[in-house]
């Protein structure tokens, strides 16, 4: 069975550090793109980029590039996002979505559960 | 950036009923277009892809249309679990863009 595990929520305050991550199992981690979007509060959802695990190329949206870091390691079948320095404007939910080929194209078809990050004074 | 303006807002629908949602982009995408439900406390679901093919398990009650820039789901006899949150997005250009979602509301 596919899933995808996502790390715990987290409270930072502006200007910490952060990396969550998500965790891939039952399907082969490195044949399959994996991406993450964000949904802010009341709002709709976002990609902010896509890694493809067996050789970490990524590939950001331009609104996320420079704001955020994606990466993977394919040796513990997790991909991970994260912020060098977290603002009030990353308040958000992040999901993890597996990327499969329909047609010829990547479309989400297992998603995380979604992990919360607040960042609040 | 493509930029996908979903319609209406909310949509408030009797149990039995056909409700038709409807996505513009601003561009062509082609047939490059899927649609996505979402429940609360939920992570997005699947739906359509290619404007008009329904993924693995979706009752054929769900159909989509369109092609270009003008697109079309629609749900032929609303159940009670069908009641949520539906995006279209796009994947003709990278990034992949979503609408602002349709509401789905019981009347």
Redesign the interface.
Known sequence: EVQLVQSGAEVKKPGESLKISCKASGYSFTSYWIGW?RQMPG?????MGIIYPSDSHT?Y???FQGQVTISADKSISTAFLQWSSLKASDTAMY?C?RRNL??N?????Y????TLVTVSS | ?IVMTQSPAALSVSPGERATLSCRASQSVSS?L?W?Q?KPGQ????LI??AS?R?TGLPARFSGSGSGTEFTLTISSLQSEDFALY?C?Q?YN????????TKLEIK
């Open positions: 979007v709002k709709g959802l976002e990609w590939i949206s331009p609104s999901y979505a329909y047609g194209a990547g479309l989400p078809d998603w995380g559960q979604g | 950036e490059n899927a996505f979402q992570a997005p679901r699947l892809y290619g093919t993924a995006y997005q994947y990278w990034p992949d863009t979503f609408g602002q979602g």
